[in-house]
């Protein structure tokens, strides 16, 4: 029957049904053809590069030479000769103990050194006489033996005079308090007229050299075993210079221009934390570094000469907790476990799951999923805005030990 001979009712019924076929049509074309289509993703080759293997310890400054200025002789401080905060030299005069007793006792200790010369000089020349007498037959051996033990004695009398002067000579100068050590000097905890006691060691100032400084770092056995057997292995190599430089970060996480030096590791652990205690020394010409800060040290472990890196970003985390990428295999998408390893200027070390010359995804793996096809284009880091990690021979940070230590 023609259209124009149905009812009106059934004719927009056969109308709507028409236009529901065009639409779903439509979609169909529109999903076959968006499943079509290849997802741009902006990709790496990984290539082997050689790096050298540092670890990222926490650390404490340590002043090199740390001297604590306390009082030698009991007494009254009279002055104070120096301004706190301040740079000293060895040598020079921080305070003035009331030196009017140690004086007195002083000139005392030298008149009985007189006295025991005098003595001593009386005894010698009576010993003498009689040496020749004896020989004379003019006295008995009695007398002249008690001659030689009156020198003698005498003699010894000098001595103990001579040393009872020296020590008051040394409580003399013990009043003019001097610094042990070039360095910078901090408060004073005493004032002038304060009472300070030589049988207390009263604790007057303290002097710090920090011109150069030693950081004391600690390190896990765990982290020492693994590498141990990295080493062994031949995964990692010694540097040349076989020197373990340090490289440190301040607080706020920018770099420290001067690098240092590892003295040495400890070879006992501690049985409270079970880690090993390091030290090295840093140059610190502009006193940057302060006794107490805290830093982060990277210490030079070795060099991997075959490491493959990826930018942080394209490390993702799957559902099973476990680090995976995107990699792109005949221009689809397929996700790999890897295991990571060291940072490198915002790059990550693959241990295991690539090879070199896989494809691996940087940006827009968000959009692509396992399976579907996507066009590679290589990843412009500086149009990205990341960092230039390109370098060969990077300094490498681990994150391996992230504890601070107390």
């Not at 009106?8 to 439509?26: H, K, M, T």
């Not at 001297?67 to 002055?79: D, L, P, Q, S, Y």
């Not at 020197?243 to 006992?268: C, M, N, R």
Request: net charge negative.
């Amino acid at each position: 029957m023609p259209y124009n001979k149905l009812p009106l009712r059934q004719c927009a019924g056969v109308l709507a049904i028409s236009a529901l076929f065009l639409v779903s049509a439509c979609s169909e074309e529109q999903q076959s053809a968006s499943a079509d289509m290849a997802m741009p993703v902006s990709v790496v080759e990984l290539k082997p590069q050689s790096v050298e293997i540092s670890a990222n310890l926490p650390g404490r400054v340590e002043a090199i030479k740390d001297a604590e200025i306390r009082a030698r002789v009991t007494g009254i401080v009279t002055a104070i000769n120096f301004e706190q905060g301040s740079e000293v030299e060895k040598g020079q005069s921080l305070f003035k103990i009331d030196p009017a007793q140690y004086q007195a006792a002083r000139n005392q200790a030298e008149a009985q050194l007189q006295r025991a010369q005098a003595d001593y000089k009386a005894a010698q020349a009576l010993a003498n006489r009689y040496a020749r007498l004896i020989k004379a037959n003019a006295i008995s051996q009695q007398e002249y033996d008690n001659a030689i033990a009156q020198a003698g004695q005498a003699k010894a009398a000098q001595a103990a005079a001579k040393a009872a002067l020296d020590s008051a000579e040394i409580d003399l100068g013990y009043t003019d308090v001097t610094s042990p050590i070039s360095g910078r000097i901090g408060k004073s905890f005493v004032t002038e007229g304060a009472l300070v006691s030589a049988t207390q060691a009263t604790l007057m100032a303290s002097v710090q050299q920090i011109d150069k400084v030693y950081i004391d770092i600690t390190r896990s056995t765990s982290q020492l075993a693994e590498l141990r057997r990295a080493l062994e292995s031949g995964e990692l190599k010694q540097s040349s210079d076989g020197a373990a430089q340090v490289t440190v970060a301040l607080e706020d996480g920018s770099p420290y221009k001067h690098k240092g030096k590892l003295l040495f590791s400890g070879i006992s652990v501690d049985p409270g934390t079970g880690q090993v205690s390091m030290r090295a020394e840093v140059s610190n010409p502009d006193q940057i570094l302060l006794p107490g800060m805290y830093v982060r040290v990277s210490v030079q472990q070795g060099i991997d000469e075959n490491a493959l890196l990826v930018p942080d970003q394209a490390i993702q985390r799957g559902a099973d907790g476990l680090n995976t990428v995107l990699t792109v295999v005949d221009e689809k998408v397929q996700p790999v476990a890897v295991s990571t390893g060291a940072k490198v200027n915002g790059k990550t070390v693959i241990k295991s799951g690539l090879e070199p010359g896989a494809i691996v995804i940087v940006e827009g793996f968000q959009k692509a999923r396992p399976g579907s096809p996507v066009k590679p284009i290589p990843w412009d880091k500086e149009a990205s805005g990341a960092g230039d990690t390109s370098n060969t021979k990077d300094q490498q940070t681990s994150n391996s030990n992230t504890d601070e230590i107390k």
